[in-house]
């Protein structure tokens, strides 16, 4: 028997190699399906979509490799199309995977060393992207390669139709660097999407497609000829530097649209999204309208150190994020920080939740008198004497106007009555999970000092809205009821209801924002807004019958705003957005829960009489004050002897006393902060820092912040009594001598 050669034998290796690859290959090729091909695909971004489908943000998360979405072949230009085919594979549409007129075209220029375009079809590339192994070294496809590369060709033209290939080709095939695919192309060098190419821009994309990293002479070149086998009678002028301002653009940005925040967000809590589609709770045009807005609201601010923002929107029966604008966007200087979850101090928006565990403890009602006096009340950060809106103390109040006129120092004996541990309790149940023990805070907690995230925050007032139950809230849509949350009662019923309808109450409210308030809606709301220490962060939290709004404007990098009230701030953004929200639908007040009932009250001179919420088992018909302190001692203020005045008498200084700490609050417009001067005696003259503001025994004067000595002169210029105040808070633009 003969041997065979040791030539023979690895002819024959080479031969059994070359019909494996073909077989494998072609085996790869045959199994793989169009509908297979396009759903693994992946994007190098992941899209956030609205509940609607609609796109909201494009976010890049592999930086390996450009990729856009998969385009349909009928959102392809016709004129890329045509230059494609042109340029690469010219009887497409005539062969069955292989040219073999092509073949042979350059088998004979290959004998004869004559250049030819080369044989590869379209169909044979497609074949070469999908199979790993059909992939071409430095020096190109080798032999073995190709063979298995011809098969795999012919096997796709049987399973697959022609639109098909070219559409995945177009999707698969690598342009220029990093670029895969004609999305990426088309965005990146053109700014535009594939349906908008026309011939110029289809040509040096064509060009691209034969040589991706050729130099600009080259593909200006190829460029040239494609366009003029697309229109015979094309001219080439200034292609060029068409082709260089193209190749130098970089229009594809990581991250565009209108929910950067969430987009980034949902990609962080989600390890298996690189190039999914995010499908949101959000409502897009509800995003759009809430980024205009809180923008417009801002330049409307200009001037005032004002630069951030961010709006949250929730649903109240599923607990939905309907709207998440994390920042001002480009009017921030820190655009990259979300508002929505950044901690912040909330200021007086912390006092719904006081006021209705006190409720719930049945430590006080809602028609409850409270002592709004000038008190000095200790707390960590030393000595407050808050001011309200009408330039004075209430006096005696009841809780309903003390939470709805936002006073402080009611507020603070009310924390009394608890204790910041239970009020840090209550806070914790709500979802607002604070740094510190209640103990920590002390009873600046009434007043917001505590740290707390607009999110949080929302969603604590979403609870109060809801009847005191609480459940997280979603970024997905809940539209199965057995995927509703899960509800847990976090605050009475009966305390939420009170709480609830004491901030939708426009007549609580009027003794400090007044009668025409912004805040005041044609349909039923719930709204409290605050700000924190130095006017660094301002709110506006409310809720309707379906819908929570949060708002929240301030600066990122914690600087302090000029003149920005509760009620020119974020307030303007959460009326807007809620008057958006039901622009067609009602919102009605909630329904009264077991346990509650209604009574009439009379307040003894101290307020009108009227109707009142009560819990049951804590009504009373007369809540009155029949002795009030007031005013006074004998001796001057200042503990010096004092002169005596024009009317003989002796001349003293009743109001403020020495030591007076002035803590401003920058809930209320600057100009409705005034501090009442009271004296004894007649014939005298208010001296301020060494000049004079004011005569008579009574003087209002607006407060800016430092130390002050303050006397009362005779006509003499004699110093009858002196008192030194400090005051502390947000900085008035304001001048001594101004009544």
Known sequence: MPTA????????????????????????????????IKSSY????????DRNGELLQRLRIDASVRRGQWVALADVSPALRTALVLSEDKRFYEHSGVDWQAVSSAAWGNLWNTKTRGASTITMQLAGLLDADLKPSAGGRSVVQKIGQT??????????????????????????????????????????????????????AAALVRAP??????????????????????????LDLFTTAALQRRAFDTSEGIAPHLARQLVRGSAKNSGNSITTSLRAPLQRFAVQTLQQQLRELQGRHVEDGAVIVLDNATGEVLAWVGSSGTLSAAAEVDGVTALRQPGSTLKPFLYAEALAERRITAASLLEDTSTHIQTSGGLYIPQNYDHQFKGWVSARTALGASLNVPAVRTLVMLSPDAFFRQLQALGLPLKESGGYYGYSLALGSAEVSLLNLANAYRTLGNGGRYSATS????????????????????????????????????????????????????????????????????????????????????????????????????????????????????????????????????????SEWFIEGTQQAQFAMHSVA?????????????????????ARITNPTSGTIIALDPDIPPMHQRVDFNAEGSGLRWWIDGKAFAQGANAQWLPWPGRHLVQIRNARGEVLDSVRVEVRGAGLRAVAGKK
Request: with cysteine.
């Open 5 to 36: 050669t040791p030539l023979k034998v690895v002819k024959l290796q080479r031969l059994f190699a070359a019909l494996s690859i073909a077989v494998s290959a072609g085996s790869a090729c045959a199994t793989a399906t169009f509908s297979s």
């Open 42 to 49: 992946q994007s190098s971004d992941t899209q956030i979509l």
């Open 151 to 204: 098969v795999s060709a012919q096997l796709l033209e049987r399973s697959w139709r022609k639109d098909q290939i070219l559409e995945a080709y177009l999707n698969l095939v690598p342009f220029r660097g990093e670029l895969v695919g004609i999305d990426a192309l088309s965005q990146t060098l053109f700014g535009k999407a594939a349906h908008g190419l026309d011939a110029r821009e289809a040509a040096v």
């Open 213 to 238: 990293n050729a130099k600009l002479a080259q593909v200006t070149q190829r460029a040239c000829g494609v366009l003029q086998a697309i229109e015979s009678q094309a001219d080439c002028g200034g």
């Open 475 to 610: 970024f997905t849509p809940n539209a199965k009821p057995q995927f509703r949350p899960a509800y847990r009662q976090a605050l009475d019923a009966r305390a939420a209801f009170i709480a609830s309808d004491i901030l939708a109450d426009p007549l609580a409210r009027a003794r400090t924002f007044g009668s025409d308030s912004l805040l005041a809606t044609r349909f039923w709301t719930a709204v409290k807004t605050g700000t924190s220490k130095d006017m660094r962060d301002n709110w506006a939290i409310g809720f309707s019958q379906a819908y929570t709004v949060g708002v929240w404007v301030g600066n990122a990098s914690g600087a302090p705003m000029w003149d920005v009230s509760g009620t020119t701030g974020a307030a303007p953004i959460w009326v807007a957005v809620m008057q958006f929200l039901h622009s067609r639908q009602t919102s009605r007040a909630p329904t009264p829960p077991p346990g509650v009932l209604q009574a009439a009250v009379q307040f003894g001179g101290q307020e009108a009489a009227r």
């Open 630 to 650: 007031a005013g006074a001692g004998s001796i001057s203020a200042s503990g010096i002897k004092s002169l005596n005045s024009a009317d003989g008498n002796a």
